[in-house]
């Protein structure tokens, strides 16, 4: 699929944001003062940052509030209430240690649950979806929570979590990588099932339906080449996970922690591209592009 640039921020940027918060709340660590200012104010940035840059793929980003509205149904709008209840939850707390009121740290664990619940909802954005077979597994959702952990540990402070966050990371995306190659396969998609007509005999491609490329097109196909692929596997690996960890075993301090963080993003950003990119929509086999 087609790898938007907005799509990309906000799973990446709210993920590390709501690690970030999921930490905070549970009180690891509690800061005081500034210190709580910025960590607080880092977290909420980053959350709101990346929820506010997935409005720039809507065609018509003020009917973003319309996604409230289909809870019932739609994994979009549950996110949307999900984040907003973990951002609304958690203020209380980050004033408090901010001010130091010393408001009860049960507050801060619901709002922690809460954020772990929206990153969740995330990532059954993704794996609902049958139509991508790559997606369509509890792997997807095993990503999204390896990257929130690490993320949100590094930036945090959390070396030995982030340590664990780092190898749960490599692992996910090893196997990510393993199973998501075979699963177009595995689920045997042909044209026939694409289009439905399978039950009456063999299906093929006559003749294209247009001459020129349209929105599913666009959106819906998009083609990474094996070599570059195998290059960007490497660097979201290595950036995201071998790297940070290999530097958490030097004497932490504050400047180390920021260039891992640096690190983890660059290979959240590589790992996060090459999940859309390499995601192949049933679309596809409609248009002769598989």
């Excluded at 990588?177 to 699963?183: N, V, Y």
């Excluded at 083609?223 to 004497?251: D, Q």
């Excluded at 504050?254 to 660059?266: N, R």
């Amino acid at each position: 699929m087609h790898p938007a640039p907005s799509v990309i921020a906000f799973t990446v940027l709210s993920g590390m944001g709501f690690g970030l918060l999921a930490f905070l709340g549970l009180g690891l660590p509690a800061p005081e003062g500034w210190t709580a200012f910025f960590h607080w104010g880092l977290g909420y940035a980053l959350a709101v940052g990346g929820l506010s840059a997935s409005t720039l793929h809507l065609g018509n980003p003020q009917r973003a509030l319309k996604a409230f509205s289909q809870w019932q149904t739609s994994w979009l709008s549950r996110e949307a209430w999900a984040a907003v209840a973990t951002l609304l939850i958690l203020a209380p707390v980050a004033l408090s240690d901010i001010f130091g009121l010393g408001l009860p740290r049960t507050v801060g664990q619901v709002g922690a649950l809460l954020a772990v619940l929206t990153v969740f909802t995330t990532s059954m954005i993704y794996a609902q979806l049958k139509t991508v077979p790559r997606w369509n597994s509890p792997i997807t959702q095993g990503l999204f929570f390896s990257f929130m952990v690490t993320g949100g540990a590094i930036l945090s402070g959390n070396g030995k979590i982030a340590l664990a966050g780092c190898a749960l990371t490599a692992a996910a995306l090893v196997t990510a990588f393993a199973i998501g190659d075979k699963a177009f396969g595995k689920a045997a998609q042909t044209i026939g099932t694409a289009t439905g007509l399978n039950r009456v005999g063999s299906v093929k491609v006559f003749e294209h339906p247009h001459t020129s490329p349209n929105y599913l097109m666009r959106e819906m196909i998009h083609i990474v080449a094996r070599k570059h692929a195998e290059k960007l596997r490497l660097i979201a690996l290595a950036a995201s996970a071998v790297l940070p960890f290999l530097l958490l075993l030097l004497p932490v301090s504050p400047a180390l922690f920021a260039v891992i963080a640096l690190i983890h993003l660059t290979g959240a950003l590589t790992a996060r591209w090459l999940f859309f990119a390499e995601a192949e929509h049933v679309v596809g086999l409609y248009y002769g592009q598989r």
